[in-house]
């Protein structure tokens, strides 16, 4: 069975986004690049909010996202990509399948389905209403060093309290830092 893997970047004040959806923040380097190679070569799918992945397929699947990282978009275009909304009518970019009810029996379903992990980018509503329903197997958040100040926090509209606890973290030369954390029942 599949984990269900929440995969962010988030400041030092807790945002995952800035103002108008701004990721330029991202502080990424070769050695990042390298891990998100590993990480997308070693997962079974994609999550994705509305939101995330219409910004995911607005650049990934332009002439434009494979010119800047062909090796990560090739992957997020052949990777098979699940998009939780209840407004969107289709989906359109390759190997996409829209679930708009019985979202965590679906889910649920997917992750019985894959043998594989399957990772959730962005989509800070979609995790605050996965809390919800414990489907969520682990977090890996890559903390950047620096402060938006204004922003999307990552786990608004959360209101169950989730305890974790860390099992790996790792430090990039770049000084980023990634927590990886898995929920406890009631520590």
Same mark, same amino acid.
């Given at each position: ?84 909304? !209840? ?7 390759? *190997?996409? %399948? @829209?679930?708009? /009810?019985? =979202?965590?029996?679906?889910?649920? +379903? ?39 100040? !204004? ?7 959360? *209101?169950? %309290? @989730?305890?974790? /606890?860390? =099992?790996?973290?790792?430090?990039? +030369? ?14």
């Amino acid at each position: 069975m599949a984990k269900l893997i929440v995969f962010n970047f988030i400041t030092l004040d807790g945002f995952f986004e800035g103002l108008n959806h701004d990721i330029s923040w991202h502080n990424v380097d070769e050695e990042f690049n390298q891990y998100a190679i590993e990480n997308l070569n070693s997962i079974g799918g994609l999550l994705f909010g509305r939101i995330t992945y219409q910004l995911m397929a607005s650049y990934w699947s332009t002439k434009q996202g494979a010119e800047d990282d062909p090796l990560v978009a090739a992957k997020m275009n052949s990777l098979p990509k699940y998009v939780i909304s !209840k407004t969107l009518d289709k989906v359109e970019w390759n *190997n996409s %399948k @829209l679930i708009k /009810e019985n =979202i965590a029996d679906e889910i649920q +379903k997917l992750k019985n389905h894959w043998d594989k992990d399957l990772n959730i980018f962005g989509s800070g509503k979609l995790i605050s209403s996965l809390i919800e329903t414990d489907l969520i197997d682990e977090f890996r958040i890559m903390v950047n060093p620096v402060i938006l100040g !204004k922003g999307a926090p990552l786990f608004a509209n959360k *209101n169950k %309290k @989730l305890n974790l /606890e860390l =099992i790996k973290t790792r430090s990039f +030369k770049n000084g980023n830092i990634l927590l990886c954390y898995k929920p406890t029942a009631g520590k």
